[in-house]
């Protein structure tokens, strides 16, 4: 009975997620904005690019729906470890840290994870979110590297460099993971 109650909740959540649409003209997320995709094979270079809220993807109009997510999906992995390096950078020195490694992940059920030894993993789609989703999650794995823990003095590390954190972390529980 547990079971069955669990793959429904499960079921349920699965119904609930937004399907993404891999097409000429679809849209996707970026900081929490939509973005336009764009197909276009005599693009120069031959790597995606973003410019003025249209991701251009240098692809036939006949590609694939496949063909699109994959391009798609490369230049996201490529923007995130870009900008997620920035923002690591940005609020370390603040937090009294130093990282030494990021990389990106695609678990089922977490947006990040922190190391003793300075490594930081974050969920590839925090870069779909809000910006302000993303910079709680910076923040909470930089603060693990003072404590590896959820202890009152990491909370308060926390706090310290985002006040809004409670409310953040409310947020980022609506968002579903892959």
């Known amino acids: ?39 276009n094979a005599d693009l120069a270079p031959k790597k995606p690019q973003l410019h003025n809220g249209v991701l251009h993807l240098p692809l036939p109009a006949s590609a694939s729906a496949s063909q699109i997510e994959r391009s798609a999906l490369d230049w996201y992995g490529a923007y995130a470890h870009a900008h997620f390096a920035q923002r690591l950078d940005h609020y370390a020195a603040s937090v009294g840290v130093r990282w030494t490694q990021l990389k990106l992940s695609n678990a089922n059920t977490r947006w990040g994870s922190a190391k003793r030894d300075g490594s930081i993993r974050l969920h590839w789609r925090l870069v779909q979110l809000a910006p302000e989703l993303l910079d709680y999650v910076v923040i909470h794995e930089l603060a ?11 909370w308060a590390i926390v706090a310290q460099h985002c006040p809004d954190y409670r409310q953040l972390r409310q947020q980022l529980k609506q968002q579903h993971l892959p």
Request: hydrophobic share 40%; glycine share 4%; charged share 25%.
């Open 144 to 154: 693990h590297l003072h404590e590896m823990n959820h202890s009152p003095r990491f």
């Open 1 to 39: 009975d547990w079971i069955l109650r669990h793959l429904d909740k499960v079921q349920d959540l699965e119904d609930s997620k937004p399907q993404q649409i891999w097409a000429d003209g679809a849209s996707c997320p970026l900081h929490g904005q939509a973005v336009i995709v764009r197909l």
